[in-house]
């Protein structure tokens, strides 16, 4: 009887976790958030991983059928060859359940001063009608803001959010940012 009290607890305890994202909070529904990212060297994953922690959002990684080249100059001569072309690189899997998600943040890194092209084949992929999209992305030195504004072009049929430039794998401000737009409280 023990056992299957505290089995039952533990079921209920961890439905409960499972839907807080999805549990009305004063009232009003929470939005359920997606985190769809690309990320070549780690540093869009981290900040991804990041914000997943911050808001409870559900993370997928965009990820290519054909893997870039480990090393930097090959990956960009890739990047650069598949920019030229207006290329649609294949993407491994899709989104489970896209429906249910209500706020889309998209990430990756600035590759040849914009979004890389395989975020065109992500945002192709769906109807973004509904939804509310947040662009994030990490980068050297530049071209921040181009990168941020060509994910906002790619899904004309949603909402958007302000978005979030990082330095790196450097999250200092994703908190700020986040509250500023009304994501965290």
Not at 2 to 29: R, W, Y
Not at 59 to 77: A, G, H, V, W
Not at 104 to 116: D, E, S
Request: one cysteine or more.
């Amino acid at each position: 009887m023990k056992t299957k009290l505290i089995a039952l607890l533990a079921v209920l305890l961890f439905s409960a976790g499972a839907n807080a994202q999805n549990a009305p909070v004063n009232g009003q529904q929470v939005k359920k958030i997606l985190i769809a990212y690309f990320s070549w060297g780690g540093n869009t994953q981290h900040v991804a991983e990041h914000i997943a922690a911050l808001t409870g959002g559900t993370l997928f990684r965009i990820e290519p059928e054909k893997p870039y080249p480990i090393e930097y100059t090959p990956c960009t001569e890739v990047a650069k060859a598949e920019k030229e072309a207006d290329a649609r690189p294949a993407i491994k899997k899709k989104v489970e359940d896209w429906e249910q998600y209500d706020t889309i943040f998209i990430g990756c890194p600035v590759w040849w001063w914009t979004a890389p092209m395989i975020i065109n084949t992500f945002t192709e992929g769906y109807d973004f009608k509904g939804k509310t999209v947040i662009p994030f992305c990490t980068y050297a030195s530049t071209y921040r803001d181009e990168t941020l504004a060509r994910i906002v072009e790619l899904t004309p049929a949603a909402e958007h959010l302000k978005g979030f430039g990082a330095v790196s794998k450097n999250t200092k401000g994703i908190e700020g940012w986040l509250k500023e737009i009304k994501i965290l409280k």
